[in-house]
């Protein structure tokens, strides 16, 4: 019974294949539940370059601050590979962050029953996970001894929710080459302010969480990964009920892979968690269906989330502070793929889990969040599988074959119309949304 205001980004190689079934999706809802979505669709990235000779044309950033939010397929491709770095679609990604205010990277990956023959990792490694192998020791009390309900522990697998900052670091440092071009650099700066309000968002989260939270950084080299290590010790004095760890990043790396189920939220910098959300996301079976949110500061409107867990809700649920609306830019943590774009093979449901998050922490919507991560999981009962995820799963019966982009997206749509959250399983399941 609202109207909603959404930028579309299709973007580049597989988005704006990824983008249509996420709009049918969310089409499909409006219908559902009595709410209307406008799109805005605005050019960035590849496509932007070849039709306006900039990677971020003038208008599109101002066009997506008038919206709620910024949906966003995937940007970048072989093709502008050879142009000027300030040229290059991926500075279309750093200038919206930057411009829309959007720091706080919440990049969720859980290991979903359905994809368990996804996972590349043994039984072995999957079983409960013993406390994180800290460089400095436990460095606060431990959690409460019942975390929330509807959150997956340890023995499921791993559920784990990275907490990258977004708008500072080696990516918006100074950078440049010698006059000859044989010598280059980057700089990474972070100040406190920076580290402080991405910390915090990642101390929510684990409040509604496991209560864990383990900080990533390299500050037995690097001078900014002091400050982000004193400004967490300063911070999760606010947050008593929080177990906090610090891991030196190839440690996290290594540990990641060797006992995942450790990990409860992992809070880190631009250039780490980077890196380490794309090794988790491996870990879950595919890319392809892992969401993301990229969130700015709260708007100071509730969206009336419950105070506590129902049971059947997913494990980050209340991660913000105070519940409150904030706008939000949402994108599938996968790439443009251009070896698949036009070939109908590309997995759309980070896609469209994406757009869940987006009707959760931008829109206050979270029914019609459940709804859609409830036909997810009705479709991935049902055995169906993109070539992504049909190549590795083998078990009898499970796994009718490969379909496409578009048939997968359609299912959803189905599932959701035949009201998805009774005909997902029964039992409650932590989807990826939510790490």
């Given amino acids: 019974m609202g109207e909603y205001r959404i930028a579309l980004i299709p973007g580049d190689g597989i988005g704006p294949e990824v983008a249509a079934p996420a709009i049918d999706v969310l089409n499909a809802v409006g219908k559902k539940f009595g709410h209307g979505f406008t799109f805005t669709a605005l050019a960035a990235g590849g496509a932007a370059i070849d039709r306006y000779g900039e990677p971020l044309p003038s208008g599109v950033l101002e066009a997506a601050k008038d919206c709620g939010a910024l949906l966003l397929g995937a940007v970048g491709g072989p093709k502008w590979d050879t142009l000027p770095g300030d040229k290059r679609p991926e500075r279309a990604l750093l200038a919206l962050r930057k411009g829309l205010g959007v720091f706080a990277n919440l ?18 490694v999957l079983a409960p996970a013993p406390p994180v192998n800290s460089t400095a020791g436990r460095a606060n009390s431990p959690p409460a001894k019942d975390p929330p309900q509807g959150t997956a522990g340890a023995a499921a697998g791993f559920d784990l929710l990275i907490v990258r900052e977004l708008t500072g670091g080696l990516y918006f440092g100074d950078r440049g080459r010698s006059a000859g071009g044989d010598s280059a650099f980057d700089t990474e700066r972070y100040s406190r302010r920076e580290i402080e309000r991405v910390l915090r968002v990642g ?27 004193e400004v967490a010790q300063d911070t999760m004095k606010d947050y008593p009920g929080v177990a906090t760890d610090f891991l030196y990043v190839d440690n996290a790396a290594m540990q990641l892979i060797s006992c995942p189920g450790q990990f409860d939220v992992i809070i880190t910098s631009n250039l780490f968690g980077d890196i380490l959300s794309d090794e988790a996301s491996v870990l879950t079976g595919s890319i392809g269906m892992l969401p993301s949110a990229s969130l700015g500061a709260p708007s ?74 409830g036909a997810v999981r009705a479709v991935l009962d049902r055995g169906l599988r993109t070539p992504d995820i049909a190549r590795w799963s083998g078990r009898a019966g499970q796994n009718r074959g490969a379909v496409g982009t578009r048939e997968m997206g359609a299912a959803v749509v189905k599932a959701l119309e035949e009201d998805a959250d009774a005909a997902g399983s029964s039992a409650p399941q932590t989807l990826s949304p939510h790490g």
């Avoid at 990049?107 to 996972?119: F, I, K, S, T, V």
């Avoid at 101390?203 to 290590?229: C, I």
Wanted: with cysteine; charged share 25%.
């Fill in 107 to 124: 990049r969720p990956a859980a290991l979903l029953p359905q994809l368990r023959d996804a996972c590349p990792l043994k039984e072995a």
């Fill in 203 to 229: 101390f929510e989260a684990a409040l509604r969480r496991r209560r864990k939270v383990t900080v990533v950084d390299k500050a037995n080299v690097l001078e900014t990964s002091r400050l982000w290590r």
């Fill in 300 to 373: 100071g409107k509730s969206t009336a989330v419950p105070a506590e867990d129902s049971g059947a809700l997913p494990a980050d649920t209340g991660m913000i502070s105070g519940a409150t609306e904030r706008f939000g830019m949402y994108e599938p943590i996968h790439g443009s793929a251009p070896d698949i774009a036009g070939k109908d093979m590309a997995n759309p449901l980070g896609m469209i889990l994406s757009a869940a998050m987006m009707l959760r922490y931008s829109f206050g919507l979270e029914g019609e969040a459940l709804a859609v991560e």
